[in-house]
């Protein structure tokens, strides 16, 4: 894929959709610097909130991808790790992100949970992904951006 350009107003949700292999998940894979080898970026620069992220390294890229920048991968699969409950998954990415203590990182998990209308979120934050359909798995993605 060349030459993408992508605008997003602040506070507002872009969903990239198209064809399949049309590009979409390039795309935003190299916005949060995603790509598999051997794919590169070779040019041009990513703006958010007035800033060239592609310049950032280590902390202060880890601060924006996941912190202010989100995806949730047409595969939930890809990004839940099996080895860990849902409710871990979401507690780590809180603690890392927000700066918040592990009780009010668990309270904020299952608020996150109720909110995409997980019927028991409480039983959902001690399961694994694989208890989950693809469907539900994604819902729990984004419970998490």
């Known amino acids: 894929m060349e030459d993408a350009s992508l605008s997003i107003a602040r506070g507002r949700i872009l969903a990239v959709v198209g ?5 979409k998940t390039v795309v935003s894979r190299a916005v949060l610097d995603l790509l598999p080898s051997p794919l590169i970026r070779r040019s041009g620069r990513i703006l958010f909130d007035g800033r060239d992220i592609t310049t950032l390294e ?3 890229r880890r601060k924006v991808r996941g912190g202010q920048i989100g995806m949730v991968f047409q595969e939930p699969m890809v990004s839940l790790n099996p080895a860990l409950s849902v409710g871990a998954q979401l507690v780590e990415g809180l603690m890392l992100h ?3 203590g592990r009780a009010e990182a668990r309270e904020r998990a299952l608020a996150m949970l109720a909110r995409i209308r997980i019927d028991d979120p409480a039983r959902c934050f001690g399961a694994w992904p694989h208890e ?11 419970a998490s951006v």
């Open 58 to 60: 280590g902390a202060a």
């Open 19 to 23: 064809e399949s292999g049309s590009g």
């Open 98 to 100: 927000e700066k918040i």
């Open 132 to 142: 989950f359909s693809g469907g539900m798995r994604q819902r729990i993605m984004l």
